[in-house]
């Protein structure tokens, strides 16, 4: 079928090129302004405990959260001036009314947590009117310039005031990675291609994906929340693997077109038969990877998914469509504009040059490579052993950025840390209720429990104790309070940013071997599909592990326990944000499945062609070294530049996936795969004989016109137990 698409696009080339290019100018209009209009926040599964005492909390009692703290201070005067307090009253009052719930200010409360240690500053509380995360944002930016007008000096902190922050850090940060990968993307790309034409097409292809994509999560926001981060993962694989497919189908077009310079139509249907099937099969196995973020309930993580989904099939579309279609047109022009001093003098043979020297030099002693580099990923992923799990707090963006400096005075010149939680009780006497509070009073580490609101049989009480929200030692306070009974015949539910924390941990835990029953499922039956073999999907899916497990080690010795914070300017929290590896593990095992395909789909050829899995090992990794490196380094550039983000979470993912990607197109590809093939021999190829036999009718075998390299091995080749 993909051959029978290479020739129409050939035949309809301009067609195709003008409809594609035309449909990309739309989808540009359609995604302008895309940040503005997405959801925020989006970390919390509606069905948990906190998620539950949240929304019964506010329909007894409206919203008694503390979502923003403003801080006013003098160096001159005290809070107890008369002129002090006049102007923190008349700047509340100035406040729009529409936009908060309540205000407490120190005044009323004479709460001694709510004045500095010095007296010249108080903090006072506020919570905000909405019934959602973007409501909530957009009362926080009604209250902003009301507060900043005050002629005292005022700061902002609290959940509202870091996820604004967190929001603008976004938006600067995607421009600042488009900014700084694209020229450096192009600069290589002109290298690697040695062409200024054949340069240019990785650029084409992901202005396609990245436009393409934003604007079907555009479309998708108006149907479904879609979090303000779909977005950077949109530019970090849109961009990333069209570089990919581009690399793949233009080597391997230049590769036919020197074969047969006169024949462009041959050229390009042997292309699509080749690398485009090889495209179309990586970017199932990407997409399949990214759909398993959907089985979570959480926003944040689904939205991962949406803008991954997005940009890998219109990646896959226009690497299909207007990439060869310009081929078409293009023909031998493709290797126009040459670099000079940037060509071989000599072609790359299929069996011979670095890259086969160094497969044969591995299979030579496959126990001990392979043994070595099992050894050494191990040891670089055994730090992920001791990881802890936290939440976003003020610490995710930079030192240097607002609510994060407010956070830091609020922690230092306020009193120690305090966290708190929100227990609601329902249907409870006014005895039974007080023995409860007892109770709650006598957990461990919790130094104060008052009711806050009490109506029509509802009760809201907040407990308080010392220490950050998202530390172990917090977590384990709120499941203590949970362990509390509740008086009899009473619900109690204990809500709050650690609840929060406690419960994203556990719905990620109950969710992810569901989702990892996806992605290891659809990349057996993918590949399977693709090579005929039952031995080497799961040999693929062991290969992924080793570099994944291998970055979760080096984001955890570097996030969680602190080390390089300062070369990398980030305040280290002592966690990792759970939901960074579980975004992590989707894209990753996707886009090392894309390296895995494409060498595997050049050893497939050779070994139809010989039936010597040695040489086949060795002829892949030739063809395949120095094209897989190179789009390793190009993907690099692309999602190093996220780790320019301010972003803690954004840093992490994006040094882990650089990580990942590395160590994945190098050690893995270039060491353990051919060491691993070598020890499987024939066993490579195996699979029963019923889906032997069944493969052999339907699977999707590379092949093309001319193709001398397409008839199926014959028994002989196959292992005995294969029956084939």
């Not at 739309?26 to 929304?55: H, I, M, N, Q």
């Not at 072609?347 to 030579?364: K, Q, Y």
């Not at 050049?602 to 139809?608: L, Y």
């Not at 996936?657 to 994945?664: E, S």
Request: glycine share 8%; proline share 4%; net charge negative.
């Amino acid at each position: 079928m993909i051959e029978r698409w290479g020739a129409l696009v050939v035949r309809r080339a301009v067609a195709v090129l003008l409809v594609g290019l035309g449909v990309t100018a739309l989808a540009a209009l359609a995604g302008v302004g895309l940040e503005d209009k997405l959801a925020a926040g989006g970390f919390d599964d509606p069905g948990t405990e906190s998620a539950r005492e949240l929304v019964q909390e506010r329909a007894a009692f409206g919203n008694r959260s503390i979502d923003t703290i403003v801080l006013f201070s003098s160096d001159d005067a005290t809070v107890s001036d008369t002129a002090f307090r006049a102007e923190v009253e008349r700047t509340v009052a100035s406040i729009p009314r529409d936009s908060v719930v309540s205000v407490a200010t120190w005044y009323d409360a004479q709460d001694p947590a709510m004045v500095s240690t010095d007296r010249h500053a108080t903090a006072v509380y506020v919570s905000l009117a909405g019934s959602s995360q973007n409501e909530f944002i957009d009362s926080f930016d009604e209250l902003r310039p009301a507060v900043e007008k005050s002629t005292l000096h005022t700061e902002l902190a609290g959940p509202y005031a870091v996820y604004s922050d967190v929001n603008e850090e976004t938006k600067s940060d995607l421009l600042r990675a488009e900014l700084v990968s694209l020229p450096v993307v192009l600069l290589l790309s002109l290298i690697i291609f040695r062409s200024v034409v054949a340069a240019l097409m990785p650029l084409l292809v992901g202005a396609v994906a990245v436009l393409g994509a934003r604007a079907t999560i555009a479309g998708l926001n108006q149907v479904v929340d879609v979090s303000i981060f779909a977005p950077n993962i949109i530019t970090l694989l849109g961009l990333g693997l069209a570089i990919d497919y581009a690399l793949f189908v233009v080597s391997r077009f230049r590769e036919e077109i020197a074969r047969t310079p006169d024949d462009t139509r041959r050229a390009l249907v042997r292309t699509m038969a080749t690398a485009g099937r090889t495209v179309a099969f990586s970017a199932l196995t990407v997409a399949a990877a990214m759909s398993s973020l959907l089985v979570f309930p959480q926003t944040f993580l689904k939205s991962i998914g949406y803008g991954g989904i997005a940009a890998v099939l219109i990646a896959m579309v226009a690497a299909l469509t207007v990439l060869p279609a310009t081929l078409a047109l293009l023909g031998t022009r493709i290797d126009a504009l040459r670099i000079p001093f940037l060509q071989r003098s000599t072609p790359v043979e299929s069996d011979h040059g670095a890259w086969a020297r160094l497969a044969r030099g591995v299979m030579r002693r496959p126990i001990v490579v392979a043994t070595a580099v099992a050894v050494v990923l191990l040891a670089v992923a055994s730090p992920f052993l001791g990881v802890k799990w936290g939440s976003v707090d003020y610490r995710v963006l930079p030192a240097d950025t607002a609510s994060h400096q407010a956070s830091e005075r609020l922690n230092s010149e306020f009193g120690p840390e305090r966290s708190t939680a929100n227990i609601l009780v329902r249907d409870a006497d006014e005895a039974a209720l007080a023995s409860y509070t007892r109770g709650l009073e006598g957990v461990p580490g919790v130094v104060d429990v008052r009711a806050v609101a009490s109506d029509d049989g509802a009760t809201l009480l907040r407990a308080a104790w010392e220490g950050n929200s998202q530390t172990e030692a917090s977590q384990q306070v709120v499941r203590d309070l949970r362990a509390v009974p509740a008086p009899p015949g009473s619900e109690a539910l204990v809500g709050g940013l650690t609840a929060d924390t406690v419960d994203l941990a556990a719905s990620v835990g109950d969710h992810l071997p569901l989702m990892g029953l996806i992605v290891v499922g659809v990349m057996l039956v993918l590949l399977f599909l693709a090579f005929g073999s039952v031995v080497l999907p799961l040999k693929a899916v062991l290969m992924n592990a080793f570099s994944i497990t291998a970055s979760f080690g080096v984001v955890t010795w570097i996030f969680s326990d602190g080390h390089l914070s300062g070369l990398l300017g980030f305040t280290p929290q002592g966690f990792l944000d759970m939901t960074n590896p579980i975004v992590m593990l989707a894209v990753l095992f996707g886009l090392s499945m894309d390296y895995e395909v494409f060498l595997l789909s050049r050893v497939r050829e050779q070994w139809d062609a010989t039936g010597d899995n040695d040489l086949a090992v060795q002829t892949g990794v030739q063809k395949t070294g120095r094209i897989i490196t190179s789009a390793a380094l190009l993907l690099a550039v692309v999602i190093g530049a996220f780790s320019l983000s301010g972003v803690v979470f954004m840093k992490m993912m994006g040094l882990g996936m650089l990580v990942a990607i590395l160590v994945d197109a190098t050690v893995v590809r270039a060491l353990l795969v051919p060491a691993t093939m070598k020890l499987l021999g024939r066993w490579n190829w195996w699979a029963p004989a019923p889906l032997a036999r069944w493969w052999a009718r339907h699977g999707f075998r590379e092949g093309g016109p001319d193709d001398d390299a397409g008839s199926a091995p014959t028994d002989e080749r196959q292992p005995v137990p294969a029956g084939a």
